[in-house]
């Protein structure tokens, strides 16, 4: 793995607004790309398709002897998370955010954003345009956008109705438009469509969640949501999920986004060389360690300890359920720049990656994304 300097392209921000993103400033970059080989790229796909066979026999174990409370689940969803994984409920995507040491030969897992990962159409669409003016000649890991669309219709048959709604968090123009590129790849499955901000979704006379169309109230009978269960579980109308609306994400999801998913792992698959060691509570003799709430987000919250010193932290509103001790491991720097790999999977299988990079130790929504090759 390289860092390449290079020149943006022309017109940049045309380009990057034509395919719907908008929110590019002071985030994507094209002055840098990193630079892979074939075999490099083989060992991420293989870590990536490894490590989610992991979490899927993690879920069974929840299931089998009822671990939900280590995950902070409140009482009333645990059947139907169960009922969401064992029936195989639709799930679109998931992201895996991976340290990789320079010449991929270490490869681990950082934490798994498989409720709402954002970073979607930049690593999909955004940077394979991008790959098409510097050299169409390289490749990338990158069949997102393809495996996407044809998932989506796979998902088809499955939505009563045959509509989709759409929700996301209200004023966040990432959430916005990443849902959007969901819903435009809906819309060429045949699937009939409608955006709803999450503020405006209420509930009818039976308890049904509905919205607003044509002044009618109609029943939303399928949903995708760019909103954390988390924070459903835990408000008013939390307590109206039911069997009776399909979510996507499903909601075993709240299970895998929780970082006690990574004590679980490392407690059930010890000596996988893609963990690191992780505690709940206490760092169990670890000298350099990541401390991360449970229920944390965007990497708030977060203390970094190097040899039993601070290294650097960071404030917030999370860690109310306590915290997860991982072991720290430095992210390769280049010329200071500190990369993650975000590793994707569509419906269960690995699909590319993207990339982001800071010159924090702590990766953040203000990190910042880079193009990236193999040849």
Not at 9 to 33: I, M, S
Not at 98 to 126: G, R
Not at 188 to 215: K, M, P
Not at 306 to 320: C, D, F, M, R, V
Request: charged content about 25%.
């Amino acid at each position: 793995m390289k860092r390449i300097d290079i020149v943006p392209r022309k017109d940049l921000d045309r380009k990057l607004e034509e395919v719907g993103f908008l929110y590019h400033k002071n985030y994507y970059t094209e002055t840098a790309a990193y630079e892979f080989t074939a075999g490099e790229v083989d060992k991420i796909d293989i870590a990536t398709a490894q490590l989610f066979d992991m979490c899927c026999k993690v879920m069974n174990e929840v299931i089998e002897k009822k671990l939900f409370k280590e995950f902070f689940i409140p009482d009333r969803y645990v059947e139907l998370i169960k009922t969401s994984w064992l029936e195989d409920f639709c799930s679109f995507y998931g992201r895996m955010d991976l340290y990789v040491n320079e010449d991929c030969s270490e490869i681990k897992l950082l934490e798994f954003n498989a409720d709402t990962p954002t970073s979607l159409l930049e690593a999909s669409v955004v940077q394979w345009y991008w790959l098409q003016e510097f050299n169409a000649h390289y490749d990338q890991f990158n069949s997102i956008h393809e495996k996407l669309l044809a998932h989506i219709g796979v998902c088809k048959p499955y939505l009563p109705g045959n509509k989709l709604w759409f929700t996301s968090v209200a004023g966040s123009l990432e959430d916005f438009m990443t849902v959007s590129y969901i819903k435009d790849l809906a819309d060429q499955n045949g699937i009939q469509t409608q955006f709803i901000d999450i503020n405006a979704i209420g509930l009818n006379s039976e308890g049904r969640f509905c919205g607003l169309v044509n002044n009618k109230y109609e029943v939303i009978e399928n949903i995708f949501k760019l909103y954390p269960y988390e924070w459903m579980f835990h408000e008013k109308f939390g307590n109206a999920l039911d069997a009776r609306t399909t979510w996507i994400e499903p909601l075993y999801k709240s299970i895998w986004s929780n970082k006690m998913l990574l004590v679980m792992l490392y407690k059930m698959f010890p000596n996988s060389p893609y963990l690191l060691p992780a505690y709940y509570g206490a760092a169990n003799g670890l000298s350099s360690f990541v401390k991360k709430p449970v229920l944390g987000r965007e990497g708030s919250n977060v203390q970094i300890i190097s040899n039993g010193s601070i290294l650097q932290e960071t404030g917030g509103e999370y860690g109310e359920e306590g915290y997860v001790y991982q072991e720290y491991r430095e992210l390769p720097s280049f010329n200071g720049n500190r990369p993650v790999v975000g590793s994707w999977l569509i419906g269960g299988e690995t699909a590319g990656m993207g990339i982001k990079e800071t010159t924090s130790h702590i990766h953040d929504n203000m990190s910042t994304f880079c193009p990236h090759y193999f040849k």
